[in-house]
């Protein structure tokens, strides 16, 4: 077994004189078999069990024991991946635009380590999904290979110009691969920064490696290039599985969306709103006439850059108001609370509210239900909280709020303006109506 596959231990001694990874092999243990192909086991791991992949394709680890027999039945090769190059154009097909930041879309497991690494370019991507060339001509460009906690503010302005460069030479759709842990952030990112959108940008990830039975990666990236090249909606949108089953995806308005699971495929949902389409069978569904038209001579504008100076801070009993005064004390121009109920923070908070608002701070109020949206002028804490300077959200999402605040703190430097602007509904990020799912 060469470098970075070896089994250790009592597991190498058993396995010394047979199989090697790759092999298939036939376990025997008391009454039960097992066959399938020798996998590595990661560097971290116990050397008591052995992994195999079945021929389901999933993995299953088997607890060595006296009694346990191994018998090599055929011949295999150690876990590969063969990087290919897309080759081809057809003129009657619109022209997409693939843009890799990594995630687990573009993402496979590292054997040595246990890790989902992001290991796959774009071109990789299109050459195991080759249905993709039948649906579009595509342009693929990798910026970076990050998983999503690692994307930060300055990585959202090199994605936006990215993405304009590319409508700049008359693309028809632009399809973002991105890690699903904050690409929420991301996608309202984009939504304020790519304005007057002249065609869809279409955000999309994956919950499952493409290398497990069960992923989700295939499945999301036709049906978001499916969307990018035939939708009627220049907007940014996220595009996911709709439900555990590979039926349908849907597209979420990007500044009203949020990650409800953590490793459910439909673990993204449209919060305060309904998706915008649905896409089944390659066939698109529209299920609102509420978004922006796509017009291919309408002309971008775009307004990239973001302000670090502003921060999300969510309240929780017992919060410490000196966390507040950091902020005021560290320059910050904005936070977003991310309150109780219909806006809320306790009463210990308010010394330190008021400091950060005579410091000229912008003050936004959100709410940490999921569901609904904040009413300030409710309850004494509240009424409070409104009468001295904190500016209530409406249904804006936590996430969205910020991200667009720390947009508009790039644009501006009058509060005046930037109250005006974060309380005004530019991108759908404002329901005057609630809608509970």
């Known amino acids: 077994m060469s470098e970075g596959y070896e089994y250790r231990g009592t597991a190498r001694a058993i396995l010394k004189e047979g199989a090697h990874v790759g092999d298939v092999v036939k376990i025997t243990r008391r009454d039960e078999t097992f066959e399938g192909a020798l996998m590595p086991r990661y560097e971290l791991a116990d050397d008591e ?41 057809k003129e009657e097909l619109p022209t997409i635009v693939i843009i890799s930041t990594g995630g687990t879309i573009a993402s496979r497991v590292d054997y040595r380590t246990g890790a989902v690494r992001p290991a796959l370019t774009t071109n990789d991507l299109l050459t195991v999904v080759p249905r993709l060339a039948e649906i579009a001509n595509l342009q693929t460009e990798v910026i970076f290979t990050l998983l999503s906690e690692n994307i930060y503010a300055s990585h959202w302005t090199e994605i936006v110009k990215t993405v304009a460069k590319y409508i700049d030479q008359n693309c028809e ?4 691969c991105h890690g699903t842990d904050t690409l929420a952030y991301t996608s309202a990112a984009l939504s304020f920064a790519l304005q007057n959108l002249p065609v869809p940008v279409i955000l999309v990830g994956s919950q499952r490696s493409s290398d497990r039975p069960s992923s989700d990666a295939a499945f999301n990236l036709v049906n978001a290039v499916q969307a990018a090249a035939h939708a009627p909606i220049a907007e940014v949108m996220v595009g996911m599985h709709e439900t555990i089953s590979d039926d349908a995806m849907v597209l979420h308005r990007g500044t009203k969306v949020r990650k409800l699971h953590t490793s459910r495929r439909d673990a993204f949902r449209s919060v305060n709103s309904s998706p915008l389409a649905r896409i089944q069978r390659e066939e698109i569904t529209l299920l609102t006439a509420d978004y922006q038209k796509k017009d291919q001579k309408r002309r971008l504008v775009v307004k990239p850059f973001f302000n670090q100076k502003a921060a999300l801070v969510k309240f929780y009993p017992g919060l410490d108001p000196q966390v507040i005064e950091w902020y005021v004390q560290e320059g910050y121009r904005g936070l977003i609370f991310e309150g109780t109920g219909l806006g809320h923070l306790s009463r210990d908070c308010f010394s330190s509210v008021q400091k950060a608002i005579d ?60 109250k005006k602007v974060m309380e005004t509904n530019l991108v759908g990020e404002i329901d005057s109506r609630s809608i509970y799912d």
């Open 49 to 89: 069990h052995i992994v195999i992949k079945l021929r389901n394709g999933y993995n299953i680890g088997i607890k060595l024991s006296p009694d346990l027999k191994i018998e090599k039945i055929g011949l295999g090769a150690k876990p590969t991946f063969a990087s290919q190059t897309y080759i081809g154009k």
């Open 359 to 418: 410091s000229g701070m912008f003050l936004g109020m959100c709410s940490q239900c999921v569901h609904g949206r904040v009413n300030m002028k409710v309850y004494d804490t509240g009424r409070y909280l409104y009468r001295i300077g904190v500016t209530p959200l409406e249904d804006m999402l936590p996430e969205t709020a910020f991200v667009k605040l720390s947009w508009i703190l790039a644009q501006t430097t009058d509060l005046n303006e930037v």
């Open 173 to 176: 759709g632009v399809v973002i």
